[in-house]
């Protein structure tokens, strides 16, 4: 079966614009991960949903980033007023329940000029 | 602060010999370990992984070692493949809090013909 899905695969934008990075999880999983990788850095965790809700947003690094899940499936992450240091790798994840691994997609690289 | 430690950047080992890949982490909440592997523009491919409960974990050419009063866990690789060529990332989840994964920043493994 398919795996996740992460779309667009490269996005340049201008500082100071909205993005939207999208996510489709594998198939029957109901736990959904958001996490970026900065140059030379690990993986940071952004925001967990179970289903639907997302019970913890404080992972995310400012109020302008936002995330939704809609019919415990497609995600989206919405970051507003771009800034340069929001340039990463943003990857998602998924997972049967929160106690199987997690399986990633290839990510969204974001540069932002 | 780093919860998540992998101290070697990069290790170079022989092909056909044994790769031991360290990580350390000071949470001691951490209940769940997983290791990681990533090619470059690709996400990351799950390995293996080792509930605290146990103390070792086997699957065909990996193997997973956990030591909680060391609070450290190793991978082995053996025999190494050139295939085995790539980042390998360490990652932890605490039992009582977040639910996503706290990673290392990667070892990168390469292995020599």
């Known amino acids: 079966g398919a795996g996740v899905s992460q779309s667009p695969s490269n996005k340049v934008t201008e500082k100071g614009k909205d993005v939207e990075l999208r996510c489709d999880p594998i198939?029957?999983?109901?736990?959904l991960y958001w996490y970026r990788q900065s140059l030379g850095q690990g993986l940071e965790f952004l925001i967990y949903f179970q289903g639907n809700s997302a019970p913890d947003k404080s992972g995310l690094p400012s109020d302008r980033f936002s995330a939704e899940r809609t019919g415990g499936s497609v995600s989206t992450l919405t970051i507003q007023r771009t800034q340069q240091e929001d340039s990463a790798v943003y990857l998602c994840a998924s997972s049967e329940d929160r106690d199987q691994p997690q399986h990633f997609g290839d990510g969204t690289r974001l540069s932002i000029l | 602060d780093q919860q998540v430690k992998q101290n070697s950047p990069s290790l170079s080992v022989q092909e056909g010999r044994i790769s031991i890949l360290n990580c350390d982490y000071t949470n001691s909440m951490f209940d769940y370990f997983l290791w990681y592997k990533k090619y470059p523009a690709e996400g990351p491919t799950f390995l293996i992984s080792i509930s605290s409960i146990k103390d070792k974990n086997e699957d065909g050419r990996f193997t997973v070692f956990l030591n909680k009063s060391a609070k450290h866990l190793s991978l082995h690789i053996v025999p190494s493949q050139p295939g085995d060529s790539a980042v390998y990332f360490c990652?932890?989840?605490?039992?009582?809090?977040?639910?996503?994964?706290?990673f290392g920043k990667g070892t990168h493994l390469i292995i020599q013909p």
């Open positions: 198939s029957g999983h109901t736990a």
């Open positions: 990652a932890s989840r605490s039992g009582g809090g977040a639910d996503g994964l706290t």
